[in-house]
């Protein structure tokens, strides 16, 4: 998606009035302030002792309860977008293994150079052996592919895609719309798209909520989804972190665990006492 589109969905949400999400969409869905229940087999898989390098960060990612409001159930074929240094994948891999299917789906590169195209295909190749050393399970278990080269018969046969943290890329690159699309293609007619997205004030300026400094404002989110064909099913607060005033001028990357631009410890330890970003979490359903 372009800037100036998103521009355009920025401005028609305030031209319309738009209430705050959980308000626009009572009829699917709401905010969910208190937490939520939690299925045993994802509490077991959180609990995982292949998890214990990644579980520091459950404080801030919130895994149990993000997948468990995203509805992700143990034999669901469930799709990771963009899946980066593994955190979400390790998971995944150990709580659908049994059961289910994770699936990496990588991003369309076709109209980039041959060397980004050679790299999102290496990514994709490797992805269910790195999944199944994490996961200690049988490579078999994982696939993955990308957007770029989608097989007919994947189409239709994914219950849930999870967007982590990866929606500003997607707009800042201008392949918003195009991958949306894709993701859409993929799932099944009741399926669901779970984005966890770094939140922008709902009054930030263009320029700060554009996706160039990793923030997004909630509202334009929740618009863009709207109009590539999804139901607003509702949010969660479970990923919150009202500490981070999210007008970083190094952007999102400020925070933990990035550090960008920290110059000693002493600046490290003072952003751990924000956390890592505030995040929205929310669900949108496929509509016919």
């Given amino acids: 998606m372009s800037r100036l589109n998103l ?20 009829n699917e869905g709401h905010a969910h302030h208190a937490e939520i229940k ?7 898989a959180v609990a995982h002792p292949l998890r214990k390098e990644d579980s520091a ?5 919130k895994p149990d309860q993000t997948l468990a409001f995203f509805q992700v159930g143990p034999t669901m074929k469930v799709g990771e977008y963009a899946p980066g240094g593994g955190w979400y994948s390790r998971l995944l891999g150990i709580y659908l293994a049994s059961k289910g299917k994770l699936v990496g789906l990588f991003a369309d590169m076709s109209a980039a150079n041959e060397q980004r195209q050679a790299a999102v295909q290496a990514a994709a190749a490797k992805f269910p052996s790195e999944v199944a050393e994490w996961a200690k399970q049988p490579a078999e278990k994982f696939s993955a592919f990308s957007l770029g080269t989608i097989p007919d018969d ?7 895609i999870l967007v982590m943290r990866a929606m500003h890329n997607l707009m800042r690159s201008n392949i918003a719309d195009n991958e949306i699309k894709k993701m859409r293609e ?3 007619d009741d399926g669901m798209i779970g984005i966890e997205q770094h939140r922008a004030r709902p009054d930030a300026s263009f320029a700060d909520s554009d996706g160039s400094k990793g923030y997004l404002r909630e509202a334009d989110v929740i618009k863009f989804m709207e109009v590539n064909g999804f139901t607003f099913v509702g949010k969660s607060e479970a990923n919150a972190n009202p500490k981070d005033p999210a007008n ?6 400020t925070l933990p665990p990035t550090y960008a631009g920290a110059k000693d410890d002493a600046e490290k330890a003072r952003l751990n006492t924000i956390g890592e970003s505030d995040r929205m979490t929310l669900l949108f359903r496929k509509r016919a």
């Fill in 7 to 26: 521009a355009l969905i920025a401005l028609a949400a305030s031209a319309v009035g738009l209430a705050p999400p959980a308000l626009a969409h009572q």
């Fill in 38 to 44: 939690v299925d045993p087999a994802l509490a077991a």
């Fill in 57 to 61: 960060r459950d404080i801030y990612r």
């Fill in 154 to 160: 994947e189409k239709g046969t994914f219950d849930r």
């Fill in 186 to 188: 993929l799932l099944k």
């Fill in 248 to 253: 970083w001028p190094g952007g999102v990357w």
